[in-house]
């Protein structure tokens, strides 16, 4: 069933979409956003922290005479590595979230990917006055943790985001992550002035530990068993599934078709492409602020979080946008994919160069904030795309592209880390060439290979698991999928 078609279904429910405490599945959106708030504000805050944790600060000794003294001493690239040793974990349970999520249900393990991830952040002062190594060691188990939210996050919208809505659903959520990059960014420069360095984490951390109990309580694994959930829209969203309550949860993955297909491989390339620029300024941009243009700590704070914030709010009107124009057939899904990463690929890259080129403080801040924000629009191509490849295979798909995506949050902090050993200003040009000319890569590749159909070797491994369903219990089951 096609958005087009669910579109004239209804759940029944007489309520605009704003009053999301109406209906069961916008509740989990809800909740799945301030997940993802949490997912970002305990990856980004050693970004700002790491800042005060290692600048030279004029002290006054007993008898007068000025001096410096600093938490850390670690050169530009010992700062690369702890900023990218969270992705060292993170690669790793990227597919195994994906599996995990099938077995165990996404609600559950995306649920324990954030509490887990909670109660190492406040272990991270601890760690780090330990030494750089248990640093390093606690940031590899956070990263372990939440490399399962975005597989388990296809898994949950699998089961409760009908077609119609999956952009809007999948990008709602998504959003949390860029406010949590917002609100973590200047609140972290206000903790270190105001408490040190140390309660940034600890305050991170304990709203984190708050959100997974309330998680706990109110989400579901599916609306088959919310109990809160009405008649109507349980119906709504399991016929737009195509999906009845009998239907076993154990998929078959087509391993080797998966990893070997085109609309894959392309999707995971986009994955890459952006989060090397992504995180290239997630990591660096405050350092480069206070180091390149002179800004303040505090300054520098709020400064990068305005292009999370442009990015927040694209990442919300796009999906919008997105939905509306398959729902009114002026383009199809793979147009709408296309359309969305290239896009906002192509406009990422001439902000990159522009502010590259001409590196001075207003107009350097808005092309990065440009830059960064219009990934909100790529973000609805390809993140969303494996539910249009394979909505069984969603949470492994999406498993397989982070994790490939990943390894561009491990290597750009540390290629940014060796480049900007005396962090000058032809350093950061070509930190920022350098992701100019990923972008240029990117663009191309999902242009020619990237597809928003159903693939055939979903529908095979469906008609399979359906024959042998029946096999069992003798009863015949409609089509899983029917591609049209």
């Known amino acids: 069933m096609d958005a087009s078609e669910c579109s004239k279904l209804s759940d029944g429910i007489e309520a605009p979409l704003w009053m999301f405490w109406k209906r069961r599945r916008y509740v989990v959106v809800f909740m799945a956003f301030f997940g993802f708030f949490n997912v970002y504000s305990m990856r980004v805050n050693l970004s700002v922290a790491i800042v005060a944790m290692t600048e030279l600060r004029e002290v006054m000794s007993e008898n007068r005479t000025l001096g410096y003294e600093q938490n850390f001493d670690w050169s530009s690239s010992i700062q690369g590595y702890v900023l990218s040793s969270f992705f060292y974990g993170y690669v790793f349970t990227q597919v195994l979230g994906g599996y995990m999520s099938n077995k165990f249900g996404g609600t559950n393990v995306f649920g324990v990917g954030i509490g887990a991830t909670a109660l190492l952040t406040l272990l991270t002062p601890i760690a780090a006055q330990a030494g750089v190594g248990y640093l390093i060691a606690v940031r590899v188990l956070e990263g372990f943790f939440e490399g399962v939210t975005f597989p388990c996050s296809h898994a949950i919208w699998s089961r409760w985001a009908p077609p119609s809505e999956r952009s809007r659903m999948a990008s709602i959520a998504s959003t949390g992550a860029f406010a949590g990059t917002v609100v973590t960014m200047p609140v972290s420069g206000l903790l270190v002035n105001a408490s040190g360095w140390e309660s940034v984490f600890y305050f991170f951390g304990l709203v984190a530990c708050v959100w997974y109990i309330a998680w706990l309580f109110i989400v579901r694994r599916s609306p088959e068993d919310d109990e809160h959930i009405s008649a109507r829209e349980k119906a709504f969203i399991v016929q737009t599934l195509k999906r009845s309550e009998g239907e076993p949860e154990n998929t078959r993955h087509p391993w080797k078709k998966m990893l070997t297909s085109k609309a894959v491989i392309s999707m995971s390339i986009a994955s890459f492409t952006e989060d090397w620029g992504y995180y290239t300024l997630l990591t660096g941009l405050p350092t480069f602020l206070?180091?390149?243009?002179?800004?303040?700590?505090?300054?520098?704070?709020?400064?990068?979080?305005?292009?999370?914030?442009?990015?927040?709010?694209?990442?919300?009107?796009?999906?919008?946008?997105?939905?509306?124009?398959?729902?009114?057939?002026?383009?199809?899904?793979?147009?709408?994919?296309?359309?969305?990463?290239?896009?906002?690929?192509?406009?990422?890259?001439?902000?990159?160069?522009?502010?590259?080129?001409?590196?001075?403080?207003?107009?350097?801040?808005?092309?990065?904030?440009?830059?960064?924000?219009?990934?909100?629009?790529?973000?609805?191509?390809?993140?969303?795309?494996?539910?249009?490849?394979?909505?069984?295979?969603?949470?492994?798909?999406?498993?397989?592209?982070?994790?490939?995506?990943?390894?561009?949050?491990?290597?750009?902090?540390?290629?940014?880390?060796?480049?900007?050993?005396?962090?000058?200003?032809?350093?950061?040009?070509?930190?920022?060439?350098?992701?100019?000319?990923?972008?240029?890569?990117?663009?191309?590749?999902?242009?020619?290979?990237?597809?928003?159909?159903?693939?055939?070797?979903?529908?095979?491994?469906?008609?399979?698991s359906k024959q042998s369903m029946n096999q069992n219990d003798g009863t015949v089951m409609s089509e899983i999928y029917k591609v049209t």
């Open 290 to 464: 206070k180091t390149v243009l002179g800004f303040d700590l505090q300054a520098s704070g709020f400064i990068s979080a305005l292009p999370y914030l442009l990015m927040g709010i694209l990442l919300s009107y796009a999906g919008y946008l997105a939905d509306w124009l398959q729902i009114r057939g002026h383009l199809t899904t793979t147009q709408v994919r296309k359309y969305f990463t290239c896009g906002g690929f192509l406009a990422q890259l001439v902000c990159m160069m522009v502010g590259a080129w001409v590196l001075s403080p207003i107009p350097t801040i808005i092309c990065v904030t440009i830059a960064v924000g219009m990934g909100g629009v790529a973000w609805n191509g390809y993140l969303v795309n494996p539910l249009d490849l394979s909505p069984k295979s969603a949470g492994v798909l999406m498993g397989i592209a982070n994790g490939f995506a990943t390894i561009a949050g491990v290597i750009s902090p540390i290629v940014s880390g060796y480049i900007t050993t005396n962090n000058s200003e032809n350093e950061w040009r070509l930190v920022f060439y350098i992701t100019a000319g990923i972008y240029v890569i990117g663009t191309l590749i999902y242009w020619v290979w990237g597809s928003g159909q159903l693939q055939p070797w979903s529908v095979e491994v469906s008609e399979q």
